[in-house]
């Protein structure tokens, strides 16, 4: 079964840095893409970024372009979000998600079949 773990959240500074991680496991090479979302209290889901199966590709919503950035590493089924620059806009619950077989930016819950449990970003002001 697909398994989906984020670690890395945390407390920081506004203009401070955390990377988040998320081991995926239950699947092996499937030409899945991998998706961050975040979602902030009283606020939509939203789609912060994507990657694809490869790697060599990746999609970012334009509030974390330039800011943040997506990577995997498939022999340690880990993908990663480098998030710099923080600002406190930024805070919410980030979850890792499986998506299609295609880049997507969807904002959607139905887009992504596995999520995992989230993780806490804060940043303060």
């Known amino acids: 079964q697909v398994q989906l773990v984020e670690s890395g959240g945390g407390l920081v500074q506004a203009g401070g840095s955390l990377r988040l991680s998320c081991t995926y496991s239950?699947?092996?090479?499937?030409?899945?893409?991998m998706d961050w979302l975040r979602q902030a209290p009283g606020k939509e889901r939203e789609f912060v970024a994507a990657?694809?199966?490869?790697?060599?590709?990746?999609y970012y919503a334009d509030s974390v372009k330039g800011r943040f950035t997506i990577s995997r590493d498939k022999p340690t089924k880990t993908v990663y979000l480098q998030m710099n620059n923080l600002k406190p806009e930024d805070t919410a619950v980030y979850s890792c998600?499986?998506?299609?077989?295609?880049?997507?930016?969807?904002?959607?819950?139905?887009?992504?079949?596995?999520w995992g449990q989230g993780t806490q970003v804060t940043v303060s002001s």
């Open positions: 998600a499986r998506g299609p077989r295609y880049l997507t930016h969807s904002n959607f819950a139905s887009t992504y079949d596995s």
């Open positions: 239950g699947f092996t090479y499937s030409g899945y893409t």
């Open positions: 990657i694809s199966w490869s790697g060599e590709e990746q």
